[in-house]
């Protein structure tokens, strides 16, 4: 007898529930992840740069699901830079 033949079916079937949830889960959590931090600490210095590099990566950020909250923050500092700031300009 082998070490798999020991076991019996339910439990067998419960291992194997277990370890395709634990797959699911592996993929779900792969699959929600956005930027990283280093990636969007660059993308905000460089929208802070160049308005357009933030609103590039705003837009494509905006059509993902992981990463819309990226996207959008990337957006409003670029509409910030684009707008208040020749208003800034004009003050000072």
């Known amino acids: ?16 529930r277990a370890r395709m949830k634990q797959e699911a889960e592996e993929y779900v959590a792969k699959q929600t992840r956005g930027w990283s931090s280093g990636a969007m600490i660059l993308f905000v210095v460089g929208t802070l740069l160049i308005p357009l590099f933030g609103f590039v990566p705003g837009i494509i950020g905006l059509l993902g699901k992981q990463t819309k909250g990226q996207g959008l923050l990337l957006i409003v500092i670029t509409l910030f830079w684009w707008v208040f700031l020749p208003f800034l300009y004009l003050l000072f």
Do not use: F, K, Q, V
């Open 1 to 16: 007898m082998t070490g798999s033949d020991d076991i019996s079916p339910e439990l067998r079937e419960r291992l194997e």
